[in-house]
């Protein structure tokens, strides 16, 4: 299957400022655009709280412009397509998101986002700058075998962080209280990918890899990389019986287990197969006696328009379904 | 004994530019293989900026020099080869400080020293599959040589020999990592950056030397 | 350009029945499944309130079952794909929503729909069940004339009916007044759609339509019907410069106007490119003087995975404006 | 003078249900042109409920056969030819009501009462590239014979005949409407259903009588 290579741009060097000088203008109720390429809420929150900033490439959006708002994250610092923001902008950011109570930098685990986070720390450390902290987050169990859970990658999963951390530090939480609450989220989170087309970059024109119409591709990237396996393409529920067992054995997730699922929309899936998909994940989590406390299915962490989808379980417990119900208000991920 | 002005800095960044621009495209297929396919686009739009960024400084110092190329790779490179090649040219500063003509061996210890930045930062080793493949043997051949010019085209030797042999290697780093033995066949696309980027120097220096 | 023929369903026959049941387990908090394909809010809305009540094909999603919840709608009697449900269960529907004011069958304007929708009502009748009205809504200006309004097709623009609607009888609206306030937003809305890609329907396997990569669409149908127009396919800023025009020229919308302005993804259109169309919208707009109170960009209204885009603008007054931001919690329509 | 059982009209039914069925993809591919595709799959889909919901009557009246029929297509069926197609057997339902056997102009009067319904539902009219263009000479033609077998066989061919007529015509009605001009050169879809449907009776006669 060939990868729609029309992209309703303008110039390719432009996308990403005219992608913000959108999304800003659109949701202006909502964020600000400052400085070079940082996303802000409109409204900073109240002093004394702890700030979160995420550093991200684009192509993935809704996230993470998307989550920026009450009760979820406070800046976003945007890279180019699929490339992680250097540390100078990181520096920016971190000193947007300061309200007196120090600065958590959130990093979705790529070499990229990784490499320039501890820079941007260093260079804190060089200005004196020292209520900041930073977390690395990962939950792609194809990225890594169990042992070595912290070389996994950052994929859709992390939407669970966001959305709880960012609840926690609208309350008291200091900045080693809430580097504490992602961690404990993060181990509780488990995703796996797969795709059943690549997608285009706006940039190059260049589909990201072949992938031929009838195969699928298990464990995919959150940028289009290419995963570990490839096999014929299944129908949905055969997808999800190859798919949801070996998350649950990660973890593990047990009998008894209350979760939260994400099943997300890597780009051009239609909300119809996710929903069939989601069907099949319900009946076998029933079947082994896990309990869902709520779900959500949608475009959150997107790979442009790469027809394919992530599953995610996270484990919870009281403190965690509390944050979750915690109200929020991003442009893209509300909770009255 | 022969040293290099800034101004002359100036001409290799530009002359570098160049190059990675004339190979963009190979660049982003080798990383399309093992990456997200952008490695060519990055780095020939950071090495224009950072070409750019030098012209307009008034009269630098090689520090300022390696400084402004630091901050163009860290700035408008971003992702994991922003960081090291940013790190490759900051760590190079220091040895370059208050220096106005460079001989071959303060040229040798901003390499040493960015080489020893990049592989700190990165973790990675020689046989890791990366950009380390092809700047570890470049920057000792260039420090074992006698003078520029041998230093030069040894140092463009070493990296395309590193650069070469990664291709049957598995990957250990950055993206390409979560590939493990499917990297194997493919070069590795920042390793063939460092390749380009010393025969570049070399081709600059013996055609004004 | 091809489209994904692979689908990830089991059966196409159990296509919207499975649909269906995945959906309403992940949101059983909000819906509930009822009858032959009824999808009821979780907690009927209070007696005495005029109920809503929405039939239409799938293949749409998340259009019509998100928009089912407080502040929204109380019944969707939910077809096959891009088929009209029959008029027994739509009658099911009328029931279902009637709370003791009375029920009004909301019926996007296609031809089936229509015919379905008078047949449901006579039988309605037939019954003796009186207090229902039906009301018919079109926004697309593609498909008739400005003179010929009631022959247009109803498009994305609906969603700011089911909005409106929706705060408008969590009041004490009776019919009549529900029926003026539907037809005060339709007849103040006015969309157009494009597309670069037609969809594979996941029952026939067939591809609604060819359409040669690169080139473009404007007037596409909801249903992946073809529009009115084929040409090359432009860059974001000239395709708007093309669609807003006509789209303002018909209303018309003037200087000094307030809309509320949808940037509809009918499928795998990346947020991305909405956000760069829509970022020269806003800059339009601006130009001739028209103040943008709030705007959407999303998937609400989709075509399958057709990559393609609606753009709709409503104008609103002071009430429209407070019904707009009245609290909703559909499973994909929430406003804080 | 001949007359057709109830038992016989479940397997006129039958006959109808099997030649749709046959054409389900021509149908596809018609509605293709024109509308959204899914003409044949839903048409067959609906004779083959109507087949076996009358199957499954037990000892049923003539009319009792064509209310199963109108239930199937209204509700099996939906949009706009369901409606259509279900006003036409329940319009059809009071003149066929206490019959027990049906002579020709019993079923005369429920052919006529279902065009007449179809018309008035749909605001169609002959010419406006729909089923009435079938439908109307096919019932006409049925209406103007003397017995069943000439009737048949007139009725399939004035279907025919009023489908290829459809072909140049621009649309006015239904998802083509829409396409004005663009839908001349293509064969409406419904219309074609019907001249199956006329020509599977006839088949079915002809077979039998
Ligand atoms: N940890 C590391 N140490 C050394 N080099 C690395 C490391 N991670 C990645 N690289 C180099 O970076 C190159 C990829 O660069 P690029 O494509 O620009 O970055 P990204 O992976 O963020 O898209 C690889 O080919 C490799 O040589
Ligand atoms: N108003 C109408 N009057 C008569 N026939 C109509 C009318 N609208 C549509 N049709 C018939 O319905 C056919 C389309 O049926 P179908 O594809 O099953 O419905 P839909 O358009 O809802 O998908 C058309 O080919 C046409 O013959
Ligand atoms: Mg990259
Ligand atoms: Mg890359
Ligand atoms: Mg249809
Ligand atoms: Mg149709």
Known sequence: MSARKHKLINKPDNIVDEMLDGFCAAYSHIVRRAGDRLVLRAQPKAAGK????????????????????PGLLDVNIVGDIFTAPGPERILAGIRAADRGAGALLCVSHHEGDRLNAEL???????????????????????SAPKSRESDRRGTAGLFFVWKMLGAFCEGDADLAAAKALAQKVRDNTRSLAMSL????????????????????????GLHGEIGRGRQQALSADATIDLMLPPILADLPFQAGDEVLVLLN???SLTLMELFILYRRVAFKLREVGIRVYKSWIGPY?????????ALSLCRVDEQLKALWDAPANGAYMKQL | MMTIRAAQLAAMMQAIARRVTAERELL?????????????TSISAAFNAAAADIAALDQPSASDLWTAAAKAMLNRMGGASGALFGTFFLKGVPPLRGKDRLNKSDMEAALLAGLQGVKARGKAEVGDKTMVDALEPAVLAFAAAEEFADGWRQAAEGARAGAESTREL???RGRAKYLGERARGHIDPGATTIALLFEAIDGWWTGKA
């Open chain 1, 301 to 309: 962490a997107t790979t442009l328009e790469t027809a394919g989808f």
């Open chain 1, 120 to 142: 941007a720390l260093e260079f804190c450390q060089a200005e004196g700058i020292d209520d900041v902290d930073m977390v690395i987050l990962y939950d792609d169990i194809s």
């Open chain 1, 265 to 267: 929309n890597s780009g």
């Open chain 1, 50 to 69: 702890v700030g979160l900033v995420m550093g991200g490439g684009s192509g993935h959006e809704p996230a993470m412009l998307g989550w920026i708002g």
């Open chain 1, 197 to 220: 087309s690549s997608c285009a970059s706006p940039v190059t024109g260049e589909v990201m890899f072949e992938l031929n119409e009838g195969d699928m591709e298990i464990g995919m």
């Open chain 2, 28 to 40: 982003n297929r080798l990383d399309a293989a093992l990456g997200d396919g952008d490695h060519g």
């Open chain 2, 170 to 172: 598995p990957a250990r």
